[in-house]
């Protein structure tokens, strides 16, 4: 069993930064490959970025290239998202998740969400 919280989010102007960080619960993290997705109000759920358990490989949706960056710390057992440049049409919950398909957009374990608001 993996509890995930995240935590960071909040309100910022567009072009700024925020970053994200989800603490996990239980001895296993190491192995569990991670990851974060968002939903904007209205909208279904979607992959943003996705790291392997051993932080040696990440993957990103498109839009969020270059911007977003994601990194593990598996002694702290923390997961974290980088957001740079923040756009408008970043705003949305931002959910951690352990071991997700990006395709399907299932994981094993999510986390409760955290807000994100980027003003324009």
């Known amino acids: 069993q993996v509890q995930l919280v995240e935590s960071g989010g909040g309100l910022v102007q567009a072009g700024g930064s925020l970053r994200l960080s989800c603490a996990a619960s239980?001895?296993?993290?190491?192995?569990?490959?991670m990851g974060w997705f968002r939903q904007a109000p209205g909208k279904e759920r979607e992959f943003v970025a996705a790291?392997?358990?051993?932080?040696?490989?990440?993957s990103y949706e498109d839009s969020v290239k270059g911007r977003f960056t994601i990194s593990r710390d598996n002694a702290q057992n923390t997961v974290y998202l980088q957001m740079n440049s923040l756009k408008p049409e970043d705003t949305a919950v931002y959910y951690c998740?352990?071991?997700?398909?990006?395709?399907?957009?299932?994981?094993?374990?999510w986390g409760q969400g955290t807000q994100v608001t980027v003003s324009s």
């Open positions: 790291i392997s358990w051993s932080g040696g490989s990440t």
């Open positions: 239980g001895r296993t993290f190491s192995s569990y490959a």
């Open positions: 998740a352990a071991n997700p398909n990006r395709h399907t957009v299932v994981a094993q374990y």
